[in-house]
C-alpha cells in the first residue's frame, strides 16, 4: 500500500508539475530572448510594438485566473505605456490583487495565478491557429497523429491577423517576471498538499499504473500546446537574430 502511494505521488508529481514545468520554463526562456532581441531591434518601445497584444493576453490571463480563484482585484492595467523620464516606470502591465491567507482556495490559486500567461497564450496560440490557419494546423496535427479539424481556404487577413498574434505573443506574452514567480510561491505549500491528498486518494482506489496511463491520455493535448508555443517562439527567435544581424551590418 506505501509503495503504491509512493509511485502514485511520483507519477502525479511528475505528469502534473514537473514536465508542464520544464516545457513553461522552455517557453518562457525564448521568450525573453525574444523580449531582448525586440529591445534590440526597436528600442525600448521595440516590445511594445512587437508584444503589446501579448501583454494585454498576459495580465488578462492573471486577472481571470485571479477572479477564478475567488481573489479580490484592486487594480489592473492589461497595457501600460511607461513614462520614458521615469527609470523606475518599466512595467508594461500589472493586475493587484489580495485573497485571504487563510482560505485553502485563494491560496492555492496563487500559483495557477502566477503561471497564468503560460497557459493563456499557449491556449490563444492554438486556437488562434486552429481558427485562423486550419491548413497549418492540421499539418501540426499530423504530426501528432490526431484527427485533422475541417479545413478552409486561406484568406490573407487572416493569415496576417495570425501571425501578428503569434509575434506579439512570442514577445510580450509568455516572460514571468519576478513579481508572478514569487506570487506563485506563496501556494506552493497548498499545491504539495493537494497533490498528496490526490495521491493517497488514487492509491486506494486503484494503482499507480493506471493513474499513469489515464493522466498521460487527459494531459498530452497540453503538452502537445507546449511543444507548439515552443516552436513558434523558437522560429521567432531565429528571424528576429537574423534582423538584428542584419542591423547590426548596416
Not at 52 to 59: A, K, Q, R, S
Not at 122 to 135: A, C, E, G, K, Q
Request: a neutral charge.
Amino acid at each position: 500500500m506505501l509503495a503504491n502511494f509512493i509511485r502514485t505521488l511520483a507519477a502525479i508529481a511528475g505528469l502534473v508539475v514537473v514536465i508542464p514545468s520544464i516545457l513553461g520554463m522552455i517557453v518562457v526562456g525564448i521568450s525573453r530572448a525574444n523580449k531582448r532581441l525586440s529591445v534590440i531591434l526597436g528600442g525600448f518601445y521595440g516590445q511594445i510594438l512587437l508584444g503589446g497584444l501579448g501583454v494585454i493576453i498576459h495580465e488578462l490571463s492573471h486577472l481571470i485566473m485571479a477572479l477564478l480563484f475567488g481573489h479580490r482585484i484592486q487594480s489592473f492595467s492589461l497595457l501600460h505605456i511607461p513614462n520614458a523620464y521615469d527609470p523606475y516606470d518599466t512595467g508594461l502591465g500589472y493586475v493587484n490583487h489580495v485573497w485571504d491567507d487563510h482560505n485553502f482556495y485563494q491560496k492555492m490559486g496563487n500559483v495557477m495565478i502566477g503561471i497564468a500567461p503560460v497557459i493563456g497564450c499557449t491556449t490563444v496560440m492554438v486556437l488562434s491557429t486552429r481558427w485562423l490557419v486550419p491548413d497549418f494546423y492540421n499539418q501540426w496535427l499530423a504530426l501528432t497523429g490526431a484527427a485533422p479539424v475541417e479545413n478552409r481556404p486561406l484568406v490573407w487577413w487572416q493569415l496576417l491577423v495570425w501571425l501578428i498574434l503569434m509575434v506579439n505573443i512570442s514577445v510580450g506574452g509568455f516572460d514571468l517576471s519576478r513579481a508572478d514567480l514569487q506570487n506563485s510561491r506563496q501556494g506552493l505549500v497548498v499545491l504539495l498538499l493537494l497533490l498528496v491528498i490526490s495521491a493517497g486518494i488514487c492509491s486506494f482506489v486503484t494503482d499507480y499504473q493506471s493513474v499513469i496511463t489515464q493522466l498521460t491520455v487527459f494531459l498530452t493535448p497540453f503538452w502537445l500546446a507546449f511543444g507548439f508555443a515552443i516552436v513558434i517562439n523558437l522560429v521567432l527567435w531565429g528571424l528576429l537574430r537574423l534582423f538584428v544581424h542584419v542591423k547590426g551590418n548596416y
